[in-house]
T-cell receptor, first 112, second 112 residues
Framework: DAGITQSPRHKVTETGTPVTLRCHQTENHRYMYWYRQDPGHGLRLIHYSYGVKDTDKGEVSDGYSVSRSKTEDFLLTLESATSSQTSVYFC???????????FGPGTRLLVL | GDSVTQMEGPVTLSEEAFLTINCTYTATGYPSLFWYVQYPGEGLQLLLKATKADDKGSNKGFEATYRKETTSFHLEKGSVQVSDSAVYFCALSSKYGNKLVFGAGTILRVKS
């Protein structure tokens, strides 16, 4: 299994509070991704990174920001959480943009 | 834009039954195609993939053939087991980008 961890694994928060999710990899892969999983939608890309300090938006980026200051860490921040951001969040990594993506175990976020 | 359509579930089968999960896609260019599996409480794992027309991906008794003429990548297994119960996602990766586009997922339940 690819060395990908996500923290926290579960979080409950209140509307309007900031939340940061962390993805950590030990594989030295250049590309990292954040997805959200919702019933009926599969997984949808939020943001991705193609190197340290290099990030770009995905399909559902509104309300989210990301940062990557080190190869191994990719942070996803909800500046002011809303109930519509209740979801399961998955991090993924890949060696290049054409290689297979490997997924972390997920973070279950509930915004009350 | 690119999209993936999967048959709706849940699919409920008896052990040793034949499995087919349909997947069709719309994409510009010639995408790579994937099947990912998600077991309860876990992240996604790559099950198999195909990168060009007529390629057959296979793993753990599962197979799927990349059919360009019908834009399909149906997943099949000759004899399912209870341990195959999971959610199966079809996905594509455009040759011109590094983003995975997922179908909505199909829940498979196998009864003993």
């Amino acid at each position: 299994d690819a060395g990908i961890t996500q923290s926290p694994r579960h979080k409950v928060t209140e509307t309007g509070t900031p939340v940061t999710l962390r993805c950590h990899q030990t594989e030295n892969h250049r590309y990292m991704y954040w997805y959200r999983q919702d019933p009926g939608h599969g997984l949808r890309l939020i943001h991705y990174s193609y190197g340290v300090k290099d990030t770009d938006k995905g399909e559902v980026s509104d309300g989210y920001s990301v940062s990557r200051s080190k190869t191994e860490d990719f942070l996803l921040t909800l500046e002011s959480a809303t109930s519509s951001q209740t979801s399961v969040y998955f991090c993924a990594i890949s060696l290049t943009d054409q290689e297979t993506q490997y997924f972390g175990p997920g973070t279950r976020l509930l915004v009350l | 834009g690119d999209s993936v359509t999967q048959m709706e579930g849940p699919v409920t089968l008896s052990e040793e039954a034949f499995l087919t999960i349909n997947c069709t896609y719309t994409a510009t260019g010639y995408p790579s195609l994937f099947w990912y599996v998600q077991y309860p409480g876990e992240g996604l794992q790559l099950l198999l993939k195909a990168t060009k027309a007529d390629d057959k991906g296979s793993n753990k008794g599962f197979e799927a053939t990349y059919r360009k003429e019908t834009t399909s990548f149906h997943l099949e297994k000759g004899s399912v087991q209870v341990s195959d119960s999971a959610v199966y996602f079809c996905a594509l990766s455009s040759k011109y980008g590094n983003k995975l586009v997922f179908g909505a997922g199909t829940i498979l339940r196998v009864k003993s």
